[in-house]
């Protein structure tokens, strides 16, 4: 799927696009739009477990994704911390069906979506050494992340540095629609 095909950020509920920390919210919206499935925020943001204070954990968006319908696996380094709403979460997701992987680099993201997935990833935050974000990953092109919610282009080096800052744990999130 281009860029173009893929609902942009403008597209997203205001509800979402205004939230403090409601990066991966969007981001869930945009990939179940992106997959036919037509959501309410307030929807979206139950699923994800949205908390104001902190935003979305990664595992709140897979749990989110799969329990609108899609088929979902989720990588990443493993927590040695996690939050008693993590741990929920986690339990929550194998119980949809949700799979675990360890954490898998940008070109693997790229080949799973050139196959077809919609992905999500998570990083640092530019210029915030204290703040993960969330972005939809629709790629790489000519040794550049599309990530359509970014703007200008990060080159694949620059966003597995950020992948790889303190806390980030090289989280991402891979869908596919159910074949079942």
């Known amino acids: 799927m281009s860029q173009e095909e893929f609902p942009a950020l403008a597209d997203a509920p205001e509800e979402l696009r205004v939230l403090e920390g409601?990066?991966?919210p969007v981001a869930a919206w945009?990939?179940?739009k992106s997959f036919?499935?037509?959501v309410s925020s307030s929807q979206v943001l139950e699923a994800c477990r949205f908390e104001s204070a902190v935003g979305t954990y990664p595992i709140g968006l897979a749990t989110a994704l799969a329990k609108f319908g899609l088929?979902?696996?989720f990588f990443g380094d493993?927590?040695?911390d996690p939050k008693v709403i993590e741990r929920e979460l986690y339990g929550e997701a194998a119980m949809l069906g949700v799979t675990f992987g360890d954490a898998i680099s940008l070109v693997d993201v790229d080949a799973m979506?050139?196959?077809g997935a919609k992905s999500i990833i998570f990083y640092q935050a530019d210029n915030d050494?204290?703040?993960g974000h969330f972005t939809p990953m629709l790629g790489v092109y000519y040794g550049e992340v599309v990530a359509p919610n970014e703007g200008d282009g990060l080159s694949v080096a620059e966003m597995e540095r950020r992948r790889q800052a303190p806390g980030i744990l090289?989280?991402?999130v891979v869908a596919w629609p159910r074949s079942d």
């Open 129 to 131: 050494e204290h703040s």
């Open 22 to 24: 409601g990066c991966g």
């Open 170 to 172: 090289r989280q991402c």
């Open 113 to 115: 979506t050139s196959a």
């Open 78 to 80: 493993l927590d040695p």
């Open 36 to 38: 036919g499935v037509n």
């Open 30 to 32: 945009q990939v179940l």
């Open 71 to 73: 088929r979902v696996s």
